[in-house]
């Protein structure tokens, strides 16, 4: 049987409720009153279970020299998605569709688990290419194709990233 744990801060089963309650209105197709009951319902239930995790008093803003670092990230990481994109798209109408699977293994200069963590959803998100494994230090990702491989060992993300992590 489930047993719920006593709500012991308010304020952050508040703050997770609305910005789960936002989300689901953002996310849904029609704001009607079905919609918006469920909605109600399921982030209630969700920020009940999960308000201790989502709203840690550990959780800060990004200073100022982290900030410059953090939106690089995001713009080099959506231009390498595009690219990505392309060169999946290029090797799928290629009659030949030289596809090479190749997996590929490189160590990282990250230290911090959220900065691992981050270079990895960042290489599984970008298509033809997936994060199979850290172990310490070390990546395991496997490629579509051979050249995408080599290129993930070298990825400027990582070097924004590892801006970031410095400047923390």
């Known amino acids: 049987m489930l047993r719920l744990r006593p709500l012991e801060d308010k304020l952050s089963f508040v703050s997770t409720f609305i910005v789960l309650f936002l989300f ?3 996310v849904t197709s029609k704001v009607n ?4 009951v469920a909605g109600l319902g399921v982030t209630f239930f969700v920020s009940y279970l999960s308000y201790d995790i989502m709203a840690r008093d550990n959780l800060r803003l990004p200073t100022r020299r982290e900030t410059i670092p953090i939106i690089l ?6 231009f390498e998605i595009l690219k990505a994109n392309i060169h999946v798209a290029r090797i799928v109408l290629d009659p030949k569709l030289p596809i090479e699977p190749s ?3 490189f160590k990282t200069r990250l230290k911090g688990e959220t900065a691992k963590v981050t270079l990895a959803n960042s290489i599984t998100l970008t298509p033809g290419t997936i994060t199979m494994d850290i172990v ?3 990546f395991y990702v496997h490629a579509l194709t051979r050249d995408a491989a080599e ?6 993300i990582e070097d924004l990233l590892k801006e970031v992590e410095d400047a923390s």
């Open 24 to 26: 689901w209105l953002l």
């Open 33 to 36: 009153m079905q919609n918006i």
């Open 73 to 78: 990230y995001f713009f080099t990481f959506v």
């Open 103 to 105: 997996i590929v293994k």
């Open 136 to 138: 310490g230090d070390t």
């Open 151 to 156: 290129d993930v060992a070298n990825w400027p």
